[in-house]
């Protein structure tokens, strides 16, 4: 009863005021979460008026609000509370389809008796058909006439229950697009909204610009890349990509935009070291080795159907992933990726660990209960912006229209540029946007010039962010001894300086595209390798030339040595550099030697064991290296020599 009071309080309150309208100027989004900017014009009466910043997202972090305005006036108090008359509405609507579903169903069961008694009916002419098949000394025409009413009834009873099985269909045709339109409903975003009160004080009437900024959390953006390699003479091309959402409520329109690495949802504090100590039965265990690709489906709990543009990331990275229109993602993953989430607009997020290539999720829909905030104070100067980075979004997007991603660059626009993005967008090529690059203390900004539209439906909006031509050192490299496909590769060099974020990347080479790979930013390599996927017209085998194993009769040893012949044969009609990489065993035990016995001039790394050949080859030429050694271990042992 006192929370009721409350806000009814709070409402009445709220009445009293001077509702303003005020207009979305900027947005800066970050990797979790976005600040948002507004400006109002505003008169103020003299004495004391409570202004009503109405209409706004009931996803703001209260603790974050800021107003400010110049003039001879005091800010009093500034409040934030939601507003749930709308949301009301959406419960009033919810339930009005509950009644038409109820209304349907009646009628549906209303029909479905009539089906019984027409079958009942029938089974009563087939009795009788029997029993007039068994009387003697019937009268010709009388059992004429009742097989003709047996067959007029029977085709009046067929008809009829066909018109009822017809109506029936219809019916239920009916309540599944209610089913639906209220499943839409129960999951969607919340129609409620907030306010913020702000009350003033002011000797005169006047009139002021006000400015009110606050920190949503339901918006955020992840890096994609487009890596292309157009032939083995050329730089490499990559496209510096933002996949841009927001469900915050409130639609964006024609609003400067700004894109930042900041993320304000990671605690900015310290960490500090505690003690780390050592005593009996206590040890330290590596992470177990983690596939280099995870891939899965999203359905919903709710009706079992795939989830259709959820966002899945790497839990703690900006490398995502959006689903296709089946449910399915598939995600590349960065060294030492523990877990995913799963996140999409009407359901709950969802963490999973990652303990192999797969991960399947079942999302729950969102519950669409809300709780009130108030805060109290105000800030008559302007605290600084939350720093962060710029980025684009859909300049189209219109409530309830499909959005567009607009790719910009002067690439040509083809089917390669359909990977990677999200299910149902439209791609339109239009002039170079204009990007301008701020580097900050701790995060680096992207701000857009152009105004952009984002809208309020959870869906991923992707724009091309920048374009940048790198050097790049090719090179074919094989590893027979596991496969003995040759799969270009393309090194690339000083690519730290470009402030790239962690994020997976469509590659494509010669227009076609070869498959994925992730750049991470978290490296401390200068070098960025990249695989451009295999060449067939390099030929490589891998034979064992002998297996000997030899005995002696009065040692306690064994030996066994292992010869392996590699031979490759070029046939293009171009000189190539090729790297074959194989190895030799590492004796981790001094009881096991390991003797190499002939290496080719192969370079040999003592530590792992590697061995490799850097060497051109000629167009149809071809080239053989020898790689043999002896393992020597008592012969009281198991050792598996391969």
């Known amino acids: 009863?006192?929370?009721?009071?409350?806000?009814?309080?709070?409402?009445?309150?709220?009445?009293?005021?001077?509702?303003?309208?005020?207009?979305?100027?900027?947005?800066?989004?970050?990797?979790?979460?976005?600040?948002?900017?507004?400006?109002?014009?505003?008169?103020?009466?003299?004495?004391t008026s409570t202004l009503i910043f109405n209409n706004l997202s009931p996803d703001i972090d209260a603790q974050s609000i800021q107003v400010h305005a110049n003039g001879p006036f005091t800010i009093l108090a500034v409040k934030h509370?939601?507003?749930?008359?709308?949301?009301?509405?959406?419960?009033?609507?919810?339930?009005?389809?509950?009644?038409k579903q109820k209304a349907l169903r009646d009628k549906i069961n209303f029909e479905s008796n009539f089906l019984t008694i027409y079958e009942e009916e029938a089974n009563l002419l087939r009795k009788n058909q029997v029993v007039s098949g068994e009387t003697t000394g019937l009268d010709v025409v009388k059992l004429?006439?009742?097989?003709?009413?047996?067959?007029?009834?029977?085709?009046?009873?067929?008809?009829?229950?066909?018109?009822?099985?017809?109506?029936?269909?219809?019916?239920?045709?009916?309540?599944?697009?209610?089913?639906?339109?209220?499943?839409?409903?129960?999951?969607?975003?919340?129609?409620?909204?907030?306010?913020?009160?702000?009350?003033?004080?002011?000797?005169?009437?006047?009139?002021?610009?006000?400015?009110?900024?606050?920190?949503?959390?339901?918006?955020?953006?992840?890096?994609?890349?487009?890596?292309?390699?157009?032939?083995?003479n050329s730089p490499i091309q990559i496209s510096y990509k933002a996949n841009v959402s927001q469900q915050c409520g409130e639609e964006w329109k024609n609003i400067r935009l700004t894109l930042s690495t900041g993320n304000p949802s990671v605690s900015g504090s310290k960490p500090e070291l505690n003690p780390y100590f050592l005593g009996y039965g206590m040890y330290y265990s590596n992470p177990a080795s983690l596939p280099n690709t995870v891939s899965g489906r999203v359905i919903g709990s709710d009706?079992?159907?795939?989830?259709?543009?959820?966002?899945?990331?790497?839990?703690?990275?900006?490398?995502?992933?959006?689903?296709?229109?089946n449910g399915n993602y598939s995600l590349q993953l960065p060294h030492g990726a523990q877990g995913l989430v799963v996140s999409f607009i009407g359901y709950k997020s969802q963490e999973t660990a990652i303990t192999g290539g797969q991960a399947s999720f079942r999302i729950e829909p969102q519950s669409s209960a809300l709780n009130e905030v108030v805060v109290t104070g105000y800030s008559s100067k302007r605290k600084s912006d939350i720093s962060g980075a710029v980025s684009t979004i859909s300049m189209d997007g219109q409530?309830?229209?499909?959005?567009?991603?607009?790719?910009?660059?002067?690439?040509?626009?083809?089917?390669?540029?359909?990977?990677?993005?999200?299910?149902?967008?439209?791609?339109?090529?239009?002039?170079?946007?204009?990007?301008?690059?701020?580097?900050?203390?701790?995060n680096i900004e992207f701000d857009i010039t152009d105004p952009y539209t984002i809208t309020n439906d959870g869906k991923q909006c992707t724009v091309d962010i920048n374009e940048f031509d790198l050097k790049a050192i090719y090179q074919y490299a094989v590893v027979p001894k596991v496969s003995t496909d040759v799969f270009l590769t393309a090194k690339l060099t000083d690519w730290n300086k470009y402030n790239f974020l962690s994020g997976e990347a469509n590659l494509f080479f010669e227009g076609t595209f070869i498959g994925k790979s992730v750049i991470d930013a978290n490296a401390t390599a200068d070098t960025l390798n990249l695989s451009l996927g295999a060449d067939k017209n390099i030929v490589v085998t891998r034979i064992s030339v002998k297996t000997?194993?030899?005995?002696?009769?009065?040692?306690?040893?064994?030996?066994?040595?292992?010869?392996?012949?590699?031979?490759?044969?070029?046939?293009?009609?171009?000189?190539?550099?090729?790297?074959?990489?194989?190895?030799?065993?590492?004796?981790?035990?001094?009881?096991?030697?390991?003797?190499r016995q002939e290496l080719s001039g192969g370079k040999l790394d003592e530590k792992t064991g590697k061995v490799s050949w850097d060497f051109q080859l000629n167009p149809q030429d071809d080239k053989k290296v020898e790689l043999r050694y002896l393992v020597k271990y008592p012969k009281s042992q198991s050792v598996i020599v391969q």
């Open 81 to 99: 509370e939601m507003d749930f008359i709308n949301e009301q509405a959406k419960q009033t609507t919810a339930e009005e389809l509950r009644a």
């Open 548 to 595: 000997l194993t030899e005995k002696q009769n009065l040692g306690s040893n064994r030996k066994e040595t292992r010869d392996w012949e590699i031979e490759v044969k070029n046939r293009k009609n171009q000189l190539i550099n090729l790297l074959v990489e194989d190895q030799i065993p590492v004796s981790q035990n001094s009881s096991i030697e390991v003797d």
């Open 399 to 442: 409530p309830g229209a499909s959005p567009s991603v607009y790719i910009r660059g002067n690439s040509s626009v083809n089917s390669d540029n359909l990977q990677g993005m999200a299910a149902g967008v439209t791609i339109t090529k239009t002039l170079p946007i204009e990007v301008n690059q701020v580097e900050n203390q701790t």
């Open 303 to 325: 009706d079992n159907q795939p989830v259709v543009g959820a966002t899945v990331k790497v839990k703690g990275t900006s490398i995502g992933s959006v689903t296709d229109v």
């Open 1 to 47: 009863m006192a929370v009721c009071f409350s806000l009814i309080a709070i409402t009445s309150q709220a009445d009293e005021g001077q509702k303003i309208s005020s207009k979305v100027q900027r947005v800066i989004v970050f990797l979790s979460g976005a600040q948002v900017k507004r400006t109002a014009d505003v008169s103020i009466k003299q004495g």
């Open 144 to 232: 004429k006439q009742a097989l003709d009413f047996q067959t007029e009834r029977f085709t009046e009873i067929r008809k009829k229950e066909q018109a009822i099985n017809s109506e029936i269909e219809d019916l239920n045709r009916e309540l599944q697009k209610y089913d639906k339109q209220l499943a839409d409903l129960s999951k969607g975003i919340s129609t409620a909204t907030s306010n913020v009160i702000v009350t003033v004080a002011s000797k005169t009437a006047l009139q002021a610009e006000f400015s009110l900024s606050y920190v949503v959390r339901s918006a955020a953006w992840f890096p994609t890349y487009d890596i292309r390699a157009k032939d083995i």
